[in-house]
């Protein structure tokens, strides 16, 4: 695509670390990316352990922590890139609300839950909370928790999006073609099976 290309521009959104679909609400769980055509350099995912960088926090931050809710809003990190949208569009993208620490249930590790779409805190003045997010994933981002895939074609990545940021790596894509296919589940719990009596 052309540099001023409009889906390429929204698409850079994707270099900035992010979680699937926060913005909505249920959320992404599980997302799968296959590798149809790679570049014969760069174009690598980073992927950072969110439950490691919860661990990793001091008490009295944990505890400040608690109980904090974090607005996601995909027109905010395209925004922050100098993406615009109509009013149409941001009528549309109004984002979901979800808790700063989230609790997997199978495992019953705590992970942050934050990245690019964590537009502000709730009931926190806006630059106090949004400092509070970049200092949170800058923690979350050291090397110590990250991830790098180098891709091959015919590769498939599954992740799960409430322990986990990623983002995609830089490449010359004025020069070569990356293409990954992408699926998103949403974080939607079973129904309950009921036993039948006879």
Do not use: C
Not at 1 to 24: C, E, I, P, V
Not at 90 to 117: C, D, F, M, V, W
Not at 163 to 183: C, K
């Amino acid at each position: 695509m052309k540099s001023d290309d409009r889906r390429r521009m929204y698409g850079l959104g994707n270099r900035l670390w992010h979680t699937d679909a926060s913005f909505q609400d249920p959320p992404g769980r599980y997302s799968m990316l296959s590798a149809r055509i790679v570049p014969p350099v760069g174009a690598e995912t980073e992927f950072a352990d969110m439950r490691a960088a919860y661990d990793a926090l001091s008490a009295e931050m944990k505890a400040q922590l608690e109980g904090l809710r974090v607005h996601h809003s995909i027109a905010h990190s395209r925004q922050t890139l100098g993406f615009e949208f109509s009013k149409d569009e941001q009528e549309i993208l109004k984002g979901a609300i979800h808790p700063l620490i989230r609790t997997i249930p199978r495992s019953q590790r705590r992970s942050l839950y934050i990245a690019s779409h964590a537009s502000r805190i709730i009931d926190w003045p806006v630059p106090e909370g949004r400092l509070l997010l970049r200092d949170l994933t800058e923690h979350a981002t050291q090397p110590e928790f990250v991830y790098r895939h180098s891709w091959r074609v015919g590769d498939l990545v599954i992740w799960d999006n409430r322990a986990t940021m990623h983002r995609a790596r830089s490449f010359d894509d004025a020069t070569y073609r990356r293409e990954l296919r992408r699926v998103t589940t949403l974080d939607i719990e079973p129904p309950a099976l009921v036993a039948s009596g006879s």
